[in-house]
């Protein structure tokens, strides 16, 4: 029991971040499951309780609705993150951490030294946008961080970040819990008892997201959301 209250509350934690910045709930309970548990019950788990925070975010910011940004920025996206895994074993793991790592951090050092940096929206640049981040999400493992950076060049309103990256992140969501169900992996029964109560954690962590998403500007949350992929970036970069 004492278990479950503990993965409740670091639940509750994920996705109030998660729902903050629309990435990082996989980067704070994977790591952190792995000490106790598989590696093949913790990505299930994990990744069942990210399904059900993408689904909050749909609800809670559907305000930010834009089919099209949806359409042309996921389509290619799930193409190429295709493309980009079958690809993975032809490259060292710690040589593509290290890439992806030091690409966030240059990212992240340009936007300080171009702060109104804003790459138009348009259908073209969704498409180049949706087709690079899903091959490199792919070839890297790294997906909502390198979607989230991808979306941020945008300089997109909150609710439309956060809804676009939740209605993408549900279908490959969707997509990844059924391979890992398909290929074997099963949770004990206790975890599946346990998600009666981590799914609700999960609408918790993202009620209270959405109300920190609310007391900040857009400026503010974009620079909340280069923070966080800083510190992703310096940790694959140092620690692959």
Not at 34 to 62: Q, Y
């Amino acid at each position: 029991m004492i278990e479950l209250i503990a993965i409740s509350l670091l639940t509750v934690l994920a996705a109030a971040v998660g729902t903050l910045t629309g990435f990082g709930t996989s980067t704070i309970m994977v790591p952190v499951l792995l000490f106790f548990f598989p590696i093949g019950e913790t990505l299930l788990l994990v990744g069942i309780i990210h399904w059900f925070g993408n689904v909050w975010k749909v609800i809670l910011f559907r305000s930010g609705i834009r089919w099209r940004l949806v359409l042309t920025f996921g389509v290619p996206g799930a193409v190429l993150s295709y493309i980009g895994a079958r690809l993975t074993f032809q490259v060292p793991d710690a040589i593509l951490s290290q890439a992806v790592g030091a690409a966030l951090i240059g990212y992240v050092v340009f936007l300080a030294w171009k702060p109104a940096l804003k790459v138009p929206q348009t259908d073209f640049t969704a498409i180049l946008g949706g087709a690079f981040s899903g091959f490199i999400a792919g070839i890297s493992g790294i997906g909502g961080v390198i979607r989230g950076a991808s979306l941020s060049v945008f300089n997109l309103p909150k609710a439309v970040y956060l809804f676009t990256g939740g209605v993408i992140g549900l279908l490959i969501d969707g997509v990844r819990v059924a391979t890992y169900a398909a290929g074997g992996t099963q949770l004990s029964t206790i975890f599946l008892w346990g998600l009666l109560l981590f799914i609700p954690a999960s609408f918790i962590g993202a009620k209270l997201g959405k109300r920190m998403v609310k007391r900040v500007s857009d400026t503010q949350f974009r620079w909340i959301i280069a923070l966080l992929l800083c510190i992703v970036g310096t940790k694959l970069l140092v620690f692959p």
